[in-house]
């Protein structure tokens, strides 16, 4: 494959990539062939002797992958698209003319962070941005993720939950949606080793559900107990391990929590 195919494949990816709704299969296939192309010229890995225009064009690919792949769900692409845009966001930033994507696609790396529970790098990453403090204080695509992981430190889940619907661009749900994956279990895990039952009612508030399906989809994972007559979920608990907790104190604090759950979400 020659450099020469490069303008085509890049504009068939394009369409493919903007077209309403996008054509996921179509851009995996070009970004397939175009990832070729950018090997075989020296543009995955730049050197100095290319010029700013082709520079410009490997960079637009590898923002495409980096969204395609949160499109397609696939974390560990992302990871590798991010990781090859490194070279262009840092060591070209004086030559190249700014890209609209780069900070929507840093933001989704500093989410990815949160998932993955890398609380230091998350910081270290933030720190490292070339941003003013004042900032990444208004820049949407930054101060999304800020907010997420401030929520995360103070136990705010229902603003995390919130949050999904003020995602400043469509792929950052994903990440929302794995992040309150994460809560709903540490959340059960609480209420397994707190409570011998709920109403399936609180049960599904506490844990952010907005469909008794889900819940008892749920609730089946968990080897929860659903008792559909009575309306309770009765869980399983491993063994028999006494915890010294404040029960009484505990399910008078979350069931009015869930009662001002219910009337945010």
Known sequence: MS???????????????TS???????TGQLLTQLK???IET?????????KPNELVVAR??????????????DVPSFDR??????????????VLPMSEREYPIRGLNLIRLLIQNRIADFHTTLE???????????????????????????????????????????????????????IRNEIASCEEAAYDS??????????????QSELLAFAQQRNWQVNLTAETITFAHKGEEKLDIPKEKLIANNLAYARELEQIV
């Open 20 to 26: 309403r709704p996008s054509d996921l299969q179509k």
């Open 128 to 182: 490292s941005l070339p941003l003013p403090a004042d900032e990444l204080a208004v820049n949407p695509f930054i101060k999304h993720p800020v907010n997420l992981e401030r929520w995360l430190m103070e136990g705010s889940y229902s603003k995390v939950w919130k949050a999904r619907e003020e995602a400043p661009a469509e792929e950052y749900k994903f990440f929302v949606d794995s992040l309150m994956g994460t």
């Open 3 to 17: 450099s020469s195919q490069l303008p085509g494949l890049y504009k068939e990816l394009l369409r493919a990539f």
């Open 81 to 94: 698209y991010f990781a090859q845009l490194q070279t262009f966001y840092n060591d070209y930033s004086s």
């Open 60 to 73: 637009d690919i590898l923002e495409i992958g980096a969204f395609w792949s949160i499109r397609t769900k």
């Open 36 to 38: 070729i192309v950018l």
């Open 198 to 211: 709920l109403p399936l009612k609180d049960a599904g508030t506490l844990l952010f559900f907005k469909s």
């Open 42 to 50: 020296g543009l995955i890995f730049p050197q100095r002797d290319h």
